[in-house]
T-cell receptor
Framework: GENVEQHPSTLSVQEGDSAVIKCTYS??????FPWYKQELGKRPQLIID?????GEKKDQRIAVTLNKTAKHFSLHITETQPEDSAVYFC?????????FGAGTRLTVKP | DTAVSQTPKYLVTQMGNDKSIKCEQN?????MYWYKQDSKKFLKIMFS???????INETVPNRFSPKSPDKAHLNLHINSLELGDSAVYFC???????????????FGPGTRLTVT
């Protein structure tokens, strides 16, 4: 089955700096790679996703890159703000089977 | 309107009891899921149902039994609760999709289960 590794487990940045979170996956059949943000006590919510036929996708301050050959994908947040502080999860899925990484706790210091 | 709802939000119970968590989605999705999130925040899939049929059943104790009366509902029954069952349980739903269509999952608010 799919195995998703996520690094780092914690990340602390200064407001305005960039943050990068990296994930690798094992199953070459995986074709959908979402990123979820979970604030304290809340549900995970999708912030951006990428499909296997695309190498990069950007939405304002958030971008995701995918390297299918190397089986890794990354989340980039630019100009971080304190409200970006949360736990971020990457995931990889094929059909309806989605596997999550262990999460990255991002702290943005004002 | 709440897209995916769960009840109860909090559940405190003693070891050995049997309890149920209910989940409903009004998005018209065909697929529903149960996840367990432990104290370390790891999100682990437990079950997945597509149109009331079980399609994913991870290695969870058979004390956990999902029941889907219709495609808008997926309830989770837990028998003989143990201390290690304490966690937050999330229900989620998505379209049933294959290939490159994309499968965003919408999560419910979670149920915090505490077993004492």
């Amino acid at each position: 089955g799919e195995n998703v590794e996520q690094h780092p487990s914690t990340l602390s940045v200064q407001e305005g700096d960039s943050a990068v979170i990296k994930c690798t996956y094992s199953d070459s059949a995986s074709n959908y790679f979402p990123w979820y943000k979970q604030e304290l006590g809340k549900r995970p919510q999708l912030i951006i996703d990428i499909r296997s036929n695309v190498g990069e996708k950007k939405d304002q301050r958030i971008a995701v890159t995918l390297n299918k050959t190397a089986k890794h994908f990354s989340l980039h947040i630019t100009e971080t703000q304190p409200e970006d502080s949360a736990v971020y999860f990457c995931a990889a899925s094929e059909a309806n089977d989605m596997r999550f990484g262990a999460g990255t706790r991002l702290t943005v210091k004002p | 309107d709440t897209a995916v709802s769960q009840t109860p939000k909090y559940l405190v119970t003693q070891m050995g009891n049997d309890k149920s968590i209910k989940c409903e989605q009004n998005l018209g999705h065909d697929t529903m899921y149960w996840y367990k999130q432990d104290s370390k925040k790891f999100l682990k899939i437990m079950f997945s149902y597509n149109n009331k049929e079980l399609i994913i059943n991870e290695t969870v104790p058979n004390r956990f039994s999902p029941k889907s009366p219709d495609k808008a509902h997926l309830n989770l029954h837990i028998n003989s609760l143990e201390l290690g069952d304490s966690a937050v349980y999330f229900c989620a739903s998505s379209r049933a999709s294959w290939g490159l269509a994309g499968l965003e999952q919408y999560f419910g608010p979670g149920t915090r289960l505490t077993v004492t």
